[in-house]
Nanobody, 118 residues
């Protein structure tokens, strides 16, 4: 059974940073593309960032490029999202997801809340 457990969310001021983690189990993590996706209140799921199975190539939505960094540690079955220079419009529930690159479909965890406000 695919399991994805996110952590690291919280409340921060604009300009602050957070590091999200997602521990995976129940599937071939080493061979899987992983994404972070998010859902703001009242909005649809949006793709945020993705990383190839080997962790060497990262891709970002235009809204987070230059501020967020996705990384994948195959030895720890964990994918991370370092979020810097956070803005109020980054407020959302963040999910890690196993699926096609840049897709909002596929398995995802329970999510972790990120709230950015002054």
């Amino acid at each position: 059974e695919v399991q994805l457990v996110e952590s690291g969310g919280g409340n921060v001021h604009p300009g602050g940073s957070l590091r999200l983690s997602c521990v995976a189990s129940g599937f071939n993590f080493r061979g899987s593309v992983m994404n972070w996706i998010r859902q703001a209140p009242g909005k649809a799921l949006r793709w945020v960032a993705g990383v190839t199975s080997d962790g060497y190539n990262q891709y970002y939505s235009d809204s987070v490029k230059g501020r967020f960094t996705i990384s994948k540690d195959n030895a720890k079955n964990t994918v991370y999202l370092q979020m810097d220079n956070l803005r109020p419009d980054d407020t959302a529930v963040y999910y890690c997801s196993k699926g096609d690159l840049a897709s909002v479909m596929g398995h995802r965890g329970q999510g972790t809340q990120v709230s950015v406000s002054s």
